[in-house]
């Protein structure tokens, strides 16, 4: 049997496949959610936050170490107020430390 396997584009693949559409989305709000906060955000912090998963309402951020993590930890509550402002449906905000794999 002779198949032939041709290239498609990451967009065509997304938009045949129902599960990666919805991954997409996913991570394109969530991407949008933090540039929505990244105002909120002290500078020297901004490098070591990642947008991560969307779950039930509560979105995950990862972050670079535990110093980022635990400051922005303060800043959860007003994180929040200010995505629901916004629009989103928020119920939580997780963080996740994540090492830099670049290292």
Known sequence: MNRHHHA?????????S???ARLTDLARDSGARLKAIENLLP????PAIRPGPIDDGAWCLLVSNNAAAS??????PSLTAHLRAKG????????????????
Do not use: G
């Open 18 to 20: 129902p599960v990666l």
């Open 8 to 16: 498609i584009s990451l967009q065509q693949a997304t938009s045949e």
């Open 88 to 103: 989103w449906e928020v119920t939580a905000i997780r963080l996740k430390v994540q090492a830099n794999p670049n290292r």
């Open 43 to 46: 500078e020297a912090l901004r």
């Open 71 to 76: 400051k922005l930890r303060q800043l959860i």
